[in-house]
């Protein structure tokens, strides 16, 4: 069976090992303060492992994991500023440790230290690496305004939600899965397969997040039942309920979003809601939709079995928290 | 004599082809608004003419100017967040004209864009462009961590505003013109001495800036004169005239940095402050010394004078502003 353990091992400590000059220090205490927070390192798990399934040294593959998980760490960096969340991880971002400056500029120096670990790859794959990250850092932002807009804008659809989450979310599992396939010299027939199992495993994932929200047990998740409701964030459950309510419950629907003094009978209320039109179910059958795209891709990478069980282990070990 | 018009007119047009999604409309928005604002493009210019003196076709080089003049605005624009610019040549700053998160994401896009520019090169050279790159960005964000934190700082010698001047400013100039060297297939000893011409020429860059705020003609540089000295700005003339004075003038000088309610009378005391203690001649002797040895490290670059004379009259026109 897989267990993750030894890559997070591996991964954290080459984030540990990664050099920066000794001034000024309050440029880099933030990026090691920020990089020690932890996370379950999924993204450069996903480039070892690609990279593994094509019997790729872990030397070559380890800088080009490390570049993704500083890279996802400068966007959540520099999201916590945007969104002023005081917390990352239950211990105080870095706008708050610190301040706005130097959570911009830590944030600005990570993504360059990102492209410095890239550099540090093989010529000869370096342009393909390069047009892999370019392309997903570049679409992460895009995901980021997105989201930003949507949280001021009345009108959502279920279309945009999806379009945003591949932006913000998705598409850098799948530049991690391509960028380990282009250093195991996978062919690009397999890069791509592996690209789209990332992608589509992506938005999987954050529907998942989306029915944790309400359907996940709080002891597990660390996370207040109800969280996103509360905040009228705008998930596939939200959107769903709006696309299928009728006149009568989108009223209901928004009288309770503008329910203030009694979060959890908010909660309640919206919940009982999303049963009556089988949000959960909706939710479910989309995820399941996604996930079988992605096996689907998985599967017509021209490797045997046993060289992809590991990935798929991984992935079905972090889709089923829910169960 | 060379004129800088041809580069210029390249070099926008340039920045205004470069491509972009169509969507999301405030990501790319602000970043087009902020690239037509101007600047002399003195930075993408020693690009070019470095890979001029080499006869190296203008393809070659111009998306590796671009990519430098992208990332120098970059820095422009997330340094206005953090030091509250209202203002950037004259127009609303980005994070004015839209807002701080659309400054904070479209400056990262930026970054992002100079290194897809960058990656258009040829891949025989990229290793070695993305090195160049890569310290000086770092370097520029070192220094500009270094300048905020002196702004705080109640002493700051001599010797540590060079350093931060270096890395603010100088190093990017430095690294414009390695880069041209190397598109152009230069020596590495070329290659090296460009950079240090480059290097030193903006340092001198930066000192000549300092003196002008007082000795500039106002009509020609379009800045109040002595605004430096109304904000108590840190630089080269401040820090020499604290390093010359006696204890008495040295309370003059720091009671008159406490003056608020007659900016006018604070700029000319202190300006005379600054003549009794000869701070023109020094900050001139310091300049023509780091002029000095730029010109020494072009003269050892092993190309015929007229390949050097564009660069040549081209920082020679820039350094003589004060004239």
Known sequence: MYSIDRHQTIINRGLKEIEYPEQPTDLYQPIRYFLAIGGKR?????????AEMYDCPLERSLNIALAIEVFHNFT???????????????????????????????????????????????????????????????????????DMQYEQQDLVTIEEYLGMVRLKTAVLLGAALRMGAIVG????????HLQQFGINVGIAFQLQDDLLDIYGDPKRFGK??????????????????????????????????????????????????????????????????Y?????TALDRVKLSH????????????????NS
């Open 42 to 50: 999924i993204r450069p798990t996903l480039t070892l492992l690609a």
């Open 76 to 146: 959540l960096l520099h999201d916590d500023i945007m969104d002023e969340a005081p917390k990352r991880r239950g211990q105080p971002s870095v706008h708050e440790q610190w301040n706005t400056n130097i959570a911009i500029l830590s944030g600005d120096t990570m993504l360059i230290t990102a492209y410095q670990l890239l550099a540090k790859s093989d010529p000869a794959i370096l342009p393909s690496l390069l047009a892999t990250f370019n392309r997903a850092a570049i679409e992460v932002c895009q995901g980021q305004q997105f």
């Open 185 to 192: 010299n996978a062919t690009a027939a397999d890069a791509e």
């Open 224 to 289: 207040q039942v109800g969280g996103d409701i509360i905040a009228n964030k705008k998930t596939y459950l939200l959107l769903k309920a709006f696309e299928l309510a009728e006149e009568s419950d989108k009223k209901e629907l928004k009288r309770w979003m503008y329910e203030e003094h009694d979060p959890s009978e908010k909660v309640k209320q919206i919940t009982q809601l999303y049963d009556r039109l089988h949000v959960h179910e909706f939710t479910v059958k989309a995820m399941r939709s």
């Open 291 to 295: 996930t079988d795209t992605a096996f």
């Open 306 to 321: 046993p060289k992809k069980e590991p990935l798929r282990q991984l992935t079905e070990s972090l889709l089923v928290r």
